[in-house]
């Protein structure tokens, strides 16, 4: 008994250390010599500048801008420091509510769009972090973008094409568009990661 | 389903199988000792392992030693968790200056964490120190998977032993699971993430400029979005491979940080279900008969598939109350869903982190169509025995297995084997009480929690999406899966200590009556099979086991299950 004891306490002491100790210690130094960028958050700089992470999304709200889908993290949109999903149900009264909310924003930043609303633009990410929107929600804003900004529609799809993801190998996932990439791509900002 | 699910779904299958099959080979290997490779390279640093905690591993352990050596780890465990979450604000590596843990949920996390549940009633990044999540949460991860993998091995030695009383040495069973497989298994993993973008790093975050400033609840400008950071690949990478799943993030495996990309999420998927599905193949080897591993594992696939599909067709419905406020029919469920990832791999991902015991999402459950999350909740309840936990699911299924050569055996009239070992009174009593706990306490847990203001008030949703959610807390806890509808708030005093009792009851109530088995079948002789023996490598078995399972599921939860998931799909359509 006291020796099963005894070799317990030990045990774990010297498990921890290897694992809780040594492990994250040694992945972390094979990490930051071969894959610094990414092990740092992948951030974005415009000169020494950082401003924002290719992964991570921000909320837009002005009409020159592509917009992200909705986020429910908390005091505000896409806090990267709390991620957090809605987790309303599907039959909950505050998810119906909600989404009606952000139909009429969407109609009302674009009176003349005649398009069904792509669900992702209407319903909140599971991080609230969601960096991506389909292309069929880029498609559905393309008009009002390019038109708040005076450009042709096809300059600002050219965009939207430039930072589309494929599916992996053509078919797990959605395509999906990066919209940090495309709206400091429309405001000309150059960034390096 | 559309094709490109199927296809997709077939993928991920194939994939996991062809990883499985050589994993499980070398398992066997490093079980029986016979493996060249890892004691060259591994070896040294196991002897001395041994040596610097006064183990000597030629020395033999019966059940009841066995069985009090793991006990005695996890109580050690528990209170090394408690104590670093409750000292935390103290130590270093604590870059956010949390406090220390309110004792409620340091206990429930300690219980979560040494149960290998992972069940999370706080925020990591707002909550966990750096060195809690390394130290206190990494080791675990790490352990109480070596855990389950050590006593499925004891398992096994009862089954394989002739006339003895030994069913191996728990601290080399434990140290060998920890050093040969998940140690570099993890390593390997953890950098392959860290390539797509998974975060490892001590510091605590980074700030950037937003392009366009937002408003915060109370009226504040914010110009800087602050970007949480810390070593979460080596974590995330235990958390899959361990069948543990405590996200170092809130958001757990939906959170960019920890899941960048489409080829991180498909390397997590594979990895959640590697080792469960890889045991199966390990589990023939050892017996001698590689066809009885492939057996249990048809049955799993039995009941696995029919579920997957259920689950993925679900989240390609769009919810019709959406569609009636015009919103596009076409896309599917995407309310707690990343557009990276899409529907087909959520589902996929919902289904195998809920019959693995794993519990990570990169997807809110609580967020899935009625009968999406109810695929998940039932694969939960049946014990999480389909691929389950390391360890933990195959030596449920064994158990599962003995009840089925009984059944089969009374309705012959003879003496039921397994193995060649009879399956009597005893290995009957431990196997009734192995099914019969863990679903007793998800019913009388949520039966509580229904009738009492401390249960109700912390939903995050009306009517019976409610109940749901309150059946998927104590299904999760007490099967050690880990994964929530996370709209109900379990922080408080009553779900923390709740859970914490039901994960308890989940992981003990079956190791001790599983290691129990392991020395009772031990102690009795192989009995060659004769030409009343019902062959255990058939399909004609896979069914009965299948059918077993299937039986005692529903009858147990399918009542529960209509009060949520069924009667909420009724009202939405």
């Known amino acids: ?142 008009p009002r973008v390019a038109r708040t900004r005076g450009v042709a529609i096809g300059e600002v799809a050219k965009v939207v094409g430039e930072c589309t993801h494929p599916p992996l190998p053509g078919m797990i996932g959605p395509a999906h568009v990066n919209v940090l990439c495309v709206n400091l791509a429309l405001d000309h900002v150059s960034v390096r990661p | 389903m559309n094709p490109v699910a199927i296809l997709e779904c077939g993928l991920y299958l194939v994939l996991l199988l062809a990883l499985a099959w050589p994993l499980g080979a070398y398992m066997a290997r490093v079980y029986t000792g016979e493996s060249k490779w890892a004691d060259r390279v591994l070896g040294p640093i196991e002897r001395f392992v041994y040596k610097l905690s006064g183990v000597k591993p030629d020395v033999q352990m019966n059940w009841k030693q066995y069985a009090g050596a793991v006990l005695a780890f996890h109580v050690f465990g528990f209170l090394a968790v408690y104590a670093l979450q409750r000292l935390q604000g103290f130590l270093p590596l604590n870059p956010a200056g949390l406090p ?65 009383a030994d069913v191996g040495n728990f601290w080399v069973d434990l140290t060998r699971s920890t050093l040969h497989i998940l140690l570099p298994l993890s390593v390997v993993l953890a950098l392959l993430l860290v390539s797509h973008g998974v975060v490892q790093t001590f510091a605590g975050s980074v700030s950037v400029h937003l392009l366009e400033p937002v408003t915060a609840a109370d009226g504040k ?16 990478a235990i958390k ?80 019709p109350v959406l569609t009636a406020l015009g919103v596009d029919p076409a896309m599917g469920n995407w309310e707690g869903k990343e557009m990276r990832f899409g529907i087909t791999s959520s589902a996929i991902w919902a289904t195998a982190t809920t019959a693995a015991s794993n519990g990570s999402v990169n997807a809110m459950h609580d967020s899935f169509m009625p009968l999406g999350g109810l695929g998940p909740m039932w694969l939960m309840q049946l014990g ?29 009239g003879r003496t039921p084997e397994y193995l060649g070992k009879k399956i009597e009174a005893f290995e009957m009593k431990m196997a009734s009480l192995v099914i019969l706990l863990p679903s007793a306490s998800v019913l009388i847990g949520t039966a509580i ?35 929530a509808f996370g709209g109900l708030t379990v922080n408080g005093l009553f779900y923390s200590t709740a859970i914490g009792i039901v994960m308890l009851i989940g992981r003990f109530w079956v190791i001790v009556p599983v290691l129990a088995l392991a020395g009772s079948l031990a102690r009795k002789k192989i009995v060659p099979p004769g030409a009343g023996t019902l062959p255990t490598h058939t399909p004609l078995f896979v069914a009965l086991l299948a059918g077993t399972i299937l039986l005692v599921g529903a009858l147990t939860f399918i009542p529960a299950l209509a009060l949520g998931p069924i009667v909420e799909h009724l009202a939405l359509h």
Request: aromatic share 8%.
């Open chain 2, 100 to 164: 220390g843990v309110p004792p409620e949920v340091a206990w429930n996390t300690a219980v979560s964490f040494a149960t290998n549940t992972n069940w999370q009633a706080y925020g990591g990044e707002t909550t966990m120190s750096h060195l809690t999540q390394m130290l206190a949460l990494t080791t675990q991860n790490f352990v109480s998977a070596a855990a389950g993998m050590a006593v499925l091995v004891a398992l096994i030695r009862g089954l394989t032993g002739r006339q003895v």
């Open chain 2, 221 to 236: 400008t914010v110009t800087e979005q602050v970007l949480a950071l810390g070593p979460a690949a080596s974590q995330v």
């Open chain 2, 240 to 319: 899959q491979l361990g069948t543990n799943g405590g996200g170092f993030f809130n958001a757990n495996s939906a959170h960019p940080f920890e899941n960048p990309d489409g080829f991180s999420n498909l390397l997590q998927m594979l990895s959640l279900l590697l080792i469960p599905v890889a045991l199966c193949f390990t589990f023939g080897r050892m017996v001698g008969q590689p066809k009885q591993g492939v057996a249990l594992l048809m049955a799993m696939f039995v009941i696995f598939v029919p579920l997957l599909a259920l689950t993925v067709a679900s989240e390609h419905q769009a919810n």
């Open chain 2, 449 to 483: 929690a229904c009738s009492i203001p401390a249960g109700t008030q912390p939903l995050g949703n009306p009517g019976a999406h409610g109940f749901s959610e309150i059946l998927y807390a104590f299904s999760s806890g007490s099967n050690n899966n880990g994964s």
């Open chain 1, 1 to 142: 008994m006291k020796q099963t004891i005894l070799t317990a306490i030990r045990a774990l002491l010297v498990l921890t250390f290897v694992t809780g100790l040594l492990y994250p210690l040694v992945v972390t130094g094979l990490a930051q010599l071969a894959f610094p960028a990414q092990a740092n958050g992948s951030v974005l700089r415009a000169g020494d500048k950082p401003v924002g992470s290719s992964l991570v999304g921000q909320a837009f709200s002005a009409d020159k801008y592509l917009w992200s889908r909705p986020s429910a993290t908390a005091p505000f949109a896409y806090n990267a420091a709390a991620s957090t999903g809605s987790n309303l149900g599907p039959s909950n009264p505050a998810l119906a509510a909600a989404v009606k909310q952000r139909i009429e924003v969407l109609r009302h930043a674009d009176p003349g769009n005649r398009q069904v609303v792509p669900t992702d633009l209407v319903t909140a990410s599971g991080s609230g972090l969601d960096p991506d929107i389909s292309v069929g929600a880029a498609a559905f804003q393309v």
């Open chain 2, 384 to 412: 999480e025995i389909v691929f389950g936990g390391v360890g933990s699911g195959l030596y449920g299924m064994l158990v599962y297995a003995f009840i089925a050569v009984f059944g089969a055996g009374l309705m012959v």
